[in-house]
């Protein structure tokens, strides 16, 4: 089996090394990475270069313009010619035997549609700070939709059979880009996790867990729920969906996080719009306590 690494990059030649060596290193050799630049306004393309040189097994594309995350990740995978895929961002780094366990894995089960396995936070320089918060095998009967925040996390591989069963990546999407395929591929296939820890994920200031992008990412992240919901019910895939005051308390405590965020902002017109969507979405919902923070 050929494995396809998957590297969407903006603006992250910085890190690019570390990255580059930990994919040298990989004790599997049959192997091809795939790099799409998003239009990077540093020197990343450069970068780039220079270190993949002549090397046939790495392929690079750049975007003519920014297009986002979803766009440059769909790019990726259709670009892949490997039967087994998974995404590496470019400030990161996988331990040299994750392709080989991955590969063994896929070859052993290959009704698993995504394997997933255990990270580590690591600081700039690749030093340990602290294990992956989250990251777990999901219980029998119980779906990443419904079964709890991070259940699947990084180093996550797929199988291409699968991935092309799927609507793909959504282009569109500018965050939570992941969490939106994991979905998908678990409608199609089984999840294998691997408690090992496969994935040294960087903490710096550009890190979507580090900072104020927590916010950005929130409504990709209510985005992906809601299309998982949709579809699993358009298709009446039965697995382990939300039930309808689920998922009307999930779109109530969306909004109305967006208030209390518009509130403490001094958004006045959000503010309202806000807080009668959460009203809406489903009015029973702790119906008093919501009308008393609107004026305290």
């Not at 470019?90 to 549609?113: F, R």
Request: aromatic residues 16%; hydrophobic residues 35%; positive net charge.
């Amino acid at each position: 089996m050929m494995f396809s690494i998957l590297i969407a990059n903006y603006n992250n030649g910085s890190f690019f090394k570390d990255c580059y060596t930990s994919i040298q290193n990989q004790t599997y050799q049959n192997w091809e990475v795939i790099i799409v630049d998003d239009c990077s306004t540093d020197d990343s393309v450069t970068v780039i270069k220079n270190f993949i040189k002549n090397d046939a097994r790495f392929k690079l594309f750049v975007n003519p313009v920014n297009r986002g995350c979803g766009y440059s990740k769909n790019r990726c995978a259709g670009l892949a010619a490997g039967e087994v895929l998974g995404f590496l961002d470019p400030d990161d780094t996988i331990t040299s035997d994750a392709l080989q366990i991955m590969i063994e894995k896929h070859k052993a089960n290959m009704d698993v549609a995504i394997i997933t396995s255990k990270y580590v936070l690591v600081d700039l320089n690749m030093n340990f700070k602290n294990s992956g918060s989250h990251g777990s095998s999901i219980p029998a009967k119980k779906s990443y939709l419904t079964y709890g925040a991070g259940a699947l996390t990084a180093f996550a591989t797929f199988k291409k059979e699968f991935y092309l069963k799927t609507s793909t990546i959504d282009p569109k999407m500018k965050r939570a880009v992941d969490q939106d395929l994991y979905y998908k591929l678990e409608e199609q296939g089984k999840h294998l996790f691997i408690d090992k820890v496969l994935y040294n994920y960087r903490i710096h200031e550009n890190s979507i867990s580090a900072n104020q992008n927590l916010y950005k990412a929130q409504y990709w992240h209510f985005y992906a729920k809601i299309k998982s919901y949709e579809r699993r019910m358009r298709y009446n895939l039965i697995i382990d969906n939300f039930t309808i005051l689920q998922i009307k308390k999930l779109k109530s405590d969306y909004y109305y996080s967006r208030f209390k965020r518009a509130k403490t902002k001094n958004q006045f017109c959000a503010k309202y719009y806000f807080f009668f969507k959460s009203i809406i979405a489903f009015p029973r919902d702790n119906i008093i306590y919501k009308l008393k923070s609107l004026f305290v």
